[in-house]
């Protein structure tokens, strides 16, 4: 099995870290990164796998060089040096001093019990949209990560959309390589954005677990709403961890109540034509040279953020109203499909707690 080579410091609870770091499968791909969660903090290893004639090894060693994080956000910035190191020690097993002068550059403060960390510092060169946004939901990561996952789902984003605004347990499966499905995870989380101020302290907030294999099940079970990634298909029989199961771009839930969900309505269509219509107009006024301040993955997170900021304005103003009505026009003016979306709807008044009674008619025939 896996084991725990080398790390700094010495006395850090590692228990499990040596099956995060490596995913199940990895033996049969040549390279990858991951994601993942261990207890408060966050961590990214680059894997290598490498051949050697070596009875003892089976014929090919594997590592994975990683580092911890109280934070996700700056993470992708060592990759480059995670992928050097990884192949240094494939190579040069045992030599770990650019890893000790990494640890003796970087090392900081990790977060005290309660989870936040006790220096933080301003992070200034953010671009200016990010300041709305959760300190947790930006990944520094490669250009393009937001547009592949447009076009891998397509239309079915616009599930993902309601399944992440609902918080619900949302498990993406797919075979190695995991990086790029790690930024899926990312992506998913980044759909459900509010900004308005005073909303759902009681709600559950969208945990990007990123990638998590057999053992974290029990870690999962506890949790009431999470998205994260794996590359065992144990998991899709475990429906008592899962609300929502995404296999490659087949995205499915066991819950009967949530299977309306996955029907695409003609709201969901209008949606997704003005998200890439926004996005033309972007690549165009970039080409033309325009606007190069701009990026793809600031376009994306202001869409969605902007439709759940209108649906959930609304809802507090009808919900603050003297009848507290939510009519089809409301439906209607928050981007929503009267019909095709009251279960979202209903789902989403439960959710948030919103005391708002609605009126949608429900015509049994068409």
């Known amino acids: 099995g896996n084991m725990v080579e080398w790390c700094l410091p010495q006395d850090i609870d590692l228990e499990g870290v040596e099956f995060k770091s490596m995913a199940?499968?990895?033996?049969?791909?040549?390279?990858?990164?991951?994601?993942?969660?261990?207890?408060?903090?966050?961590?990214?290893?680059?894997?290598?796998?490498?051949?050697?004639?070596?009875?003892?090894?089976?014929?090919?060693?594997?590592?994975?060089?990683?580092?911890?994080?109280?934070?996700?956000?700056?993470l992708y910035r060592y990759m480059h040096f995670l992928e050097n190191q990884v192949r240094h020690q494939l190579e040069m097993p045992g030599h770990y001093s650019h890893l000790e002068a990494f640890y003796d550059d970087k090392k900081g403060v990790l977060?005290?019990?309660?989870?936040?960390?006790?220096?933080?510092?301003?992070?200034?060169?953010l671009p200016?949209?990010?300041?709305?946004?959760?300190?947790?939901?930006?990944?520094?990561?490669?250009?393009?990560?937001?547009?592949?996952?447009i076009k891998f789902f397509g239309e079915q984003i616009l599930v993902l959309w309601k399944f992440a605004l609902l918080r619900k347990r949302i498990l993406i499966f797919s075979p190695p390589p995991v990086g790029v499905v790690c930024y899926r995870v990312y992506c998913c989380c980044c759909l459900a954005n509010v900004s308005l101020p005073g909303l759902g302290g009681t709600v559950p907030e969208s945990k990007p677990f990123f990638y998590v294999n057999v053992a974290d099940i029990e870690m999962l079970e506890t949790e009431v709403s999470y998205v994260a990634c794996t590359t065992e298909k144990i998991f899709e029989q475990k429906r008592d961890l899962y609300d929502v199961y995404v296999d490659n771009q087949n995205v499915k839930t066991h819950h009967e109540r949530l299977q309306p969900l996955l029907k695409?309505?003609?709201?969901?269509?209008?949606?997704?034509?003005?998200?890439?219509?926004?996005?033309?107009?972007?690549?165009?006024?970039?080409?033309v040279g325009e606007d190069c301040s701009s990026c793809e993955?600031?376009?994306f997170i202001l869409f969605?953020?902007?439709?759940?900021?209108?649906i959930f304005q609304t809802l507090m103003e009808v919900s603050a109203s003297q009848d507290k009505t939510l009519t089809a026009d409301h439906a209607r003016g928050m981007g929503l499909d009267p019909q095709g979306d009251r279960s979202f709807l209903m789902d989403l008044l439960e959710v948030y707690g919103i005391d708002v009674m609605l009126v949608i008619d429900n015509p049994c025939c068409t």
Not at 35 to 47: E, H, M, S, V
Not at 62 to 67: P, Q, R, T, W, Y
Not at 111 to 125: A, L, Y
Not at 138 to 144: D, E, F, L, Q, V
């Open 264 to 287: 695409i309505n003609n709201a969901d269509k209008e949606k997704y034509r003005r998200l890439n219509d926004q996005r033309q107009m972007l690549m165009y006024s970039q080409e």
């Open 128 to 149: 200016s949209i990010h300041r709305y946004m959760y300190p947790e939901m930006k990944i520094t990561h490669p250009a393009g990560c937001m547009s592949q996952f």
């Open 297 to 299: 993955e600031d376009l």
């Open 111 to 125: 977060p005290d019990s309660k989870g936040t960390p006790s220096s933080q510092q301003p992070v200034h060169w």
């Open 24 to 74: 199940s499968g990895s033996h049969k791909i040549q390279s990858d990164f991951i994601y993942f969660r261990k207890g408060l903090c966050f961590g990214l290893a680059c894997f290598a796998n490498m051949p050697v004639e070596s009875e003892l090894e089976r014929g090919a060693r594997m590592k994975s060089v990683g580092i911890l994080s109280p934070s996700y956000t700056l």
């Open 304 to 310: 969605f953020m902007e439709q759940n900021n209108r």
